[in-house]
């Protein structure tokens, strides 16, 4: 196990090494199309000459977010303690490869729309740009304290399923908190500065809620593949079994509460109509963030 930790670690460390560098020079080539377009110059050619190396650099992103990702699970396998940094990664990674897919679509939108004048995706590409660089900065700074510790102590292999069951929560809410600004967000934005057909505010949140939950459910997906060759009634310990039930009586009540207080409040506050195009994924995200948060608490409150 520690051999092979190792190996991915420093694969994966090789592989953001070199995307960092990619990444830098995919920025200055959106720059510079960026200024091509502000200044009416020839954008069509630009992209011709430089889409295929653009391309490749994803390609080698794409793969070494895979490779970062496979790192942090033998790392969320391998190490005793929770750490909330493994856990953003996790979360970050695989956002952040979700986006790199986005990025493709937010160019072929520029590169259609740039003859109207500067499209306003450079504005989320460039976000997407940032989330890039810092997923790779922590990574890389993650894999070079890792690759120390590896081989120190032996007591730092234990069991897995208290760690991973404690970083679940905290994905769960990161992806709850995730969820609701975005949605949110982008309500507020379609209301007030973009006007969208129907159809395309439902997608919209519809592919804003996929983003935000994915990363929640690939690591309660994974916990599902370790527990298989266990009974059901050996999922949880005793201890994880009451966490989980308070924190579910909790995040029923306040969830009621809350969802109760918006229906009410729609009929003398005409702002909060925008919650009827997402109370759905609203209530989801919400609970999302209720019962990992309490989960967690039980948890550290009874093992303190």
């Known amino acids: 196990m520690k051999k092979l930790l190792g190996m991915s670690n420093n694969t994966a460390l090789i592989l953001c090494l070199i995307s960092t560098v990619g990444l830098i020079s995919t920025n200055i080539f959106f720059l510079v199309l960026r200024e091509r377009i502000i200044n009416l110059q020839d954008v069509e050619g ?90 790779y900065v922590l990574m890389i700074i993650l894999f070079v304290v890792t690759n120390k510790n590896i081989f120190v102590e032996k007591e730092e292999i234990v069991l897995k399923d208290d760690s991973i069951f404690i970083n679940a929560q905290y994905i769960g809410i990161l992806s709850g908190i995730s969820g609701l600004i975005l949605i949110i967000t982008f309500s507020l934005l379609y209301l007030t500065l973009y006007e969208l057909p129907s159809w395309a ?29 266990e009974g059901i009634s050996e999922w949880y310990d005793e201890k994880q079994y009451q966490d989980i039930a308070r924190a579910g009586l909790i995040t029923l009540i306040i969830s009621i509460t809350v969802m109760a207080a918006i229906f009410v409040g729609q ?24 019962f990992s948060t309490y989960t967690l608490y039980f948890n550290k409150k009874v093992s303190n």
Not at 53 to 78: C, E, K, M, T
Not at 202 to 208: E, L, N
């Open 46 to 135: 630009f992209l011709n000459v430089f889409s295929v190396p653009v391309a490749l650099v994803y390609i080698i992103s794409g793969i070494s977010h895979l490779a970062a990702i496979f790192a942090l699970i033998l790392q969320l396998n391998f190490f005793k303690r929770d750490n909330f940094l493994r856990a953003f990664l996790f979360f970050s990674g695989i956002i952040s490869l979700l986006m790199l897919f986005g990025d493709f679509a937010l160019v072929s939108d520029i590169s259609k729309e740039y003859i109207f004048g500067l499209p306003d995706e450079f504005i989320i590409l460039f976000f997407s740009q940032a989330l890039h660089f810092l997923f």
């Open 267 to 290: 009929y003398f506050i005409t702002a909060l109509s925008f919650f009827n195009e997402i109370w759905f994924p609203f209530y989801i995200f919400l609970i999302l963030v209720l």
């Open 201 to 229: 505010v439902d997608a919209g949140i519809i592919i804003i809620s996929l983003i935000a939950v994915i990363p929640y459910l690939a690591i309660v997906m994974y916990w599902l593949i370790i527990k298989l060759k």
